[in-house]
């Protein structure tokens, strides 16, 4: 009740709280939380300790935390008996040193970004490439389903790879829990793994479906698929095959297949300038681009500086351009 709140404010009093949520700047932040006082009726702000300020690990004896180690940062103890916050040790922020020492050095090409970490050193949600796409990515940094092409300010800001619009099937998951979410990817598995159980059961011995569909985390088809002879091919989430790449079995083509530039490339459809595809739909190691050629991973990713004699770039090889060889893509 605000008439409560106001006469304890006023008979009591609150105790001056941090101002760093008041000033919210590069240097000074914090976080606005419920005050531990009756009904809550004071302020109080939670500061965000710097890296290499004191800060406490908490424990018996130790009183009350009055603040916490800023985004990135851990409260580590030291041999001098105090504790100071310190950068986290992450294969974020080991990505990060490793762009920020190659930019120092001049070798970051034009069409590099460096690595985004959220507050507890892992790989932002999302990753992009510029001029490409936005793709979702997992706490590890490896590229999983989701992917919208990239349109700069206005992508990043609504690309949250955990947003309602993503889901395809929403009617199958509503309802009261445990829910029956399913999809027909999850469906097409389920019956196909009854039959070969029961056919099994009648002694049969079934060798009809021993290629499975593989179902995303989202519950989509995978992106590659094993056709009938037994070579695998691109496709979308509705199993529709993405243009004309294929690997056939026995190859290192075939082992070595993701489809990850057929994805992207069937997004950028409509764009003039896309990425050149292995003919198993990985990206191809160099891409060119306005009399200018790099090296990207298998993400499409720029790393190095790009170079207009494409001999000089590191991951230069004399097949390159054999969108049929193991040279073409990066491994």
């Known amino acids: ?74 409260c580590v103890a030291s041999d001098d008996g105090f504790s100071y916050c310190r950068r986290m040790e992450s294969e974020c922020h080991s990505a990060q040193d490793d762009y920020e020492a190659r930019h120092e050095a001049g070798d970051v090409g034009v069409l590099e ?17 510029p001029t490409q796409t936005c793709y979702c990515q997992s706490d590890e940094g490896d590229r999983i389903f989701g992917e919208v092409l990239n349109l700069g300010a206005v992508t990043t800001q609504n690309m949250h790879c955990d947003d309602a619009t993503l889901d395809l099937f929403p009617s199958q998951s509503q309802g009261e829990a445990p829910y029956n979410y399913t999809t027909p990817c999850l469906e097409d598995l389920r019956e196909k793994i009854e039959f070969i159980l029961k056919s099994e059961e009648d002694g ?4 009809l479906f021993n290629n499975l569909a593989g179902c995303l985390p989202d519950g989509t088809y995978s992106r590659i698929r094993t056709t009938r002879s037994g ?12 243009g004309d790449y294929e690997a056939l079995p026995g190859t290192q083509q075939f ?19 896309r990425p050149v595809c292995c003919n198993n739909g990985n990206f191809r190691t160099i891409q060119c681009r306005r009399g200018l050629c790099r090296c990207v991973d298998s993400d499409g990713k720029q790393y190095g500086r790009e170079s207009d004699t494409v001999t000089s770039l590191s991951c230069y090889k004399p097949d390159w351009r054999n969108l049929n060889s193991t040279d073409c893509y990066a491994r």
């Not at 709140?5 to 000033?23: H, K, L, Q």
């Not at 970004?113 to 490439?129: E, L, M, Q, T």
């Not at 070579?231 to 993405?242: A, G, K, M, P």
Request: charged residues 20%; aromatic residues 8%; hydrophobic residues 25%.
């Open 1 to 74: 009740e605000s008439g409560f709140c106001r006469t304890y404010r006023f008979e009591t009093g609150c105790a001056v709280t941090a101002s760093e949520c008041s000033i919210n700047n590069a240097t000074h932040t914090g976080l606005s939380m419920l005050s531990p006082t009756v009904c809550n009726c004071c302020e109080f702000c939670l500061p965000f300790y710097g890296e290499d300020q004191h800060c406490s690990r908490g424990g018996p004896g130790m009183g009350t935390n009055v603040g916490r180690c800023g985004p990135g940062l851990s």
């Open 113 to 129: 970004s460096p690595p985004i970490c959220d507050a507890k050193g892992r790989f932002a949600h999302f990753d992009c490439v």
């Open 204 to 207: 049969y011995n079934v060798d």
């Open 231 to 242: 070579s695998r091919i691109c496709v979308d989430e509705t199993r529709h095959q993405l």
């Open 255 to 273: 082992e070595d297949m993701d489809c990850k530039c057929a994805q992207t490339t069937a997004i950028m459809k409509a764009l003039n300038e």
